[in-house]
């Protein structure tokens, strides 16, 4: 009887480690990693509302090795502070799992406030550039193709005016090839200012505590207006954003994304706004867009409630061939995940899809579709922390976890965050997150950062247990091309805004190349796609932000594939 039971609790022990074994994991390797960065607010306890946002972070390979590098925004110096001022980091990626910090010799360590990033060939000469968005003088990074960079934000155009710039992205909006620059700017605000007899920070009901000092509310502020710099070739950009009709004072960006929300083949732009109706700019094809939040249903909730919005992102999780839109907000608000039903309408099914409800307590930012297990369906992760680093003293925690929603592939998510790893799952004040495969194996990692904290790298371990394809676009547009019917139609290098549609086992799975999304971050620029068991994608389509179309045939699965604009069968 006792070998009986012996042998049962054996079989028990290995049963229970296959099954860990098998689970898919999200492992924290930032000490092992060799990246040491810390997020600095600068704060000195005066409460400069400034201090709040956190910053965002890039993954882009900077120096064309097929790696991921790591380009991470920090904060800034404010009245008070004594420490030395925070610079922006850049990280080699030098394989086998190790970065090296290569910000002085590329010449990105800047002290500017930092904020938000995007990424992508600016000027299509083969070499990603970086856009930093500040409080005060934004910063546009390009590439000398030499593992070094150069600031001419002034000289391009795009320095801004002074303002806090948050969010921004690079995209194609007149598809000539050359990549714009969409800037989303939060409030008129400065520090010179005394904060002292606002409102806090607590709600929108509230009145100053007894208890001790909060951030200034954002109701204390009026909105600064977004901009749209069309890029005019040659290093320089021109200023459209009132004749294209993207001047709106009453906004507060934050998170944005862009995509082409109704299949017309011209990109539009979301704006996640805080406190006021979010934007939905949809692109007219002719330099101009048009607002259309409200009439969209993707301005409010569902049930018609304002909300505090930061990150976004657009995905096809129900795998209909339509980007749907996901939304973090503020606590009690729950994240939001709106159903794209064409013709640019959404319908809000943040509640009956499941992702609402354990989003609730919590304070969302940075965020992200992606298969996280390779199946085949776009899951979801969120990251979140309050804005109070007093949080406890309004009923909440400053630091929280992150949420990893799985794709059940019946319209419904479920929370699988403590069943992956509780690495994911431990509280910090998270903020911008990034989201690519920087090792390589096959499944998408994901790097976070928080604010005046460490930053955190962890890795998906979710190994090989089913298939994936990686396909990473080149566009035809030479650097700088003549201005002629004929250059129109070549797309941007990095192929952003190309939607790319892969079929397996007669059902299609839909993604776009997409620079700047989440919570004021910069994703891998390659696309990634679960294949589940199947050992090939039966066929994949491109269709190019200029409007050619290219088709491959089936591709077996596991690796990585390059797709030159032209050079496949239309």
């Not at 973090?328 to 039903?341: D, S």
């Not at 309050?386 to 009923?395: F, M, S, T, Y």
Request: aromatic fraction near 10%; hydrophobic fraction near 35%.
């Amino acid at each position: 009887m006792n070998r009986v039971f012996f042998w049962l609790f054996l079989i028990m022990i290995l049963w229970g480690g296959a099954l860990w074994a098998d689970s898919p994991r999200f492992v924290d390797v930032t000490a092992s990693s060799g990246i040491d960065f810390r997020h600095i607010h600068g704060g000195t306890g005066r409460k400069y509302f400034v201090e709040t946002m956190g910053s965002g972070v890039a993954f882009l390979d900077y120096n064309n090795d097929g790696r991921l590098d790591v380009f991470a925004v920090n904060g800034g110096t404010l009245p008070g502070y004594a420490g030395p001022p925070p610079r922006n980091r850049l990280y080699r990626n030098a394989g086998e799992g190790r970065f090296s910090d290569v910000t002085r010799f590329a010449g990105v360590g800047e002290t500017a406030y930092g904020m938000g990033v995007c990424a992508g060939d600016f000027d299509n000469d083969g070499h990603d550039d970086l856009y930093v968005t500040c409080y005060g003088p934004n910063s546009l990074f390009r590439n000398n193709g030499d593992g070094t960079f150069r600031n001419i934000a002034t000289e391009a155009g795009v320095a801004g005016d002074a303002t806090w710039s948050v969010g921004c992205a690079f995209l194609d909006y007149d598809a000539d090839g050359f990549l714009d620059l969409y800037v989303a700017n939060y409030v008129d605000y400065s520090i010179a200012s005394p904060e002292t007899g606002l409102r806090p920070y607590v709600s929108r009901s509230a009145r100053p505590s007894e208890e001790g000092r909060f951030y200034p509310h954002p109701d204390n502020f009026k909105g600064a207006a977004d901009r749209l710099y069309r890029n005019i070739g040659k290093g320089t950009f021109a200023d459209v954003t009132k004749p294209a009709g993207v001047f709106d004072p009453g906004g507060k960006g934050m998170g944005m994304a862009c995509t082409d929300v109704n299949g017309d083949g011209a990109v539009d732009v979301f704006v996640a706004n805080d406190m006021t109706p979010n934007f939905l700019y949809l692109n007219q094809g002719d330099g101009r867009f048009v607002e259309k939040g409200l009439l969209s249903g993707a301005a409010y909730s569902g049930s018609g409630e304002l909300q505090s919005s930061m990150g976004a992102d657009f995905g096809d999780f129900n795998r209909d061939g339509r980007l749907d839109l996901a939304v973090t907000n503020f606590r009690l608000e729950g994240a939001g995940l709106y159903r794209n039903e064409g013709g640019a309408l959404f319908t809000d099914i943040s509640s009956i899809s499941g992702v609402r409800t354990p989003t609730i307590p919590h304070v969302g930012w940075g965020m992200g579709f992606l298969d996280y297990d390779n199946d085949g369906w776009t899951d979801l992760l969120m990251v979140h922390g309050h804005v109070l680093d007093n949080a406890d003293r309004v009923g909440s925690v400053y630091p929280q976890p992150a949420i990893l929603m799985r794709n059940r592939g019946d319209g419904r998510f479920v929370d699988v965050t403590r069943e992956v790893t509780d690495d994911l799952s431990t509280p910090v004040p998270g903020r911008g997150a990034a989201f690519g495969d920087y090792d390589n194996d096959g499944d998408v990692d994901v790097f976070v950062l928080t604010v005046n904290g460490a930053a955190r790298l962890l890795r998906n371990e979710v190994g090989n247990r089913n298939r994936w394809l990686r396909i990473k676009l080149v566009g035809a547009a030479r650097e700088h091309p003549e201005r002629s019917r004929d250059a129109v139609r070549r797309s941007n290098r990095n192929g952003i805004g190309a939607r790319v549609t892969v079929w397996t086992g007669g059902r299609e799975q839909t993604r776009e190349v997409r620079s700047g999304s989440s919570y004021l971050s910069q994703n891998d620029l390659r696309l990634h796609f679960g294949l589940g068991n199947y050992e090939a994608a039966d066929s994949v389509r491109v269709r190019w932000p200029g409007g050619a179309v290219d088709r491959l045939g089936r591709l077996s699965a596991d690796r990585e594939i390059v797709v030159r604009e032209g050079e496949s069968g239309p």
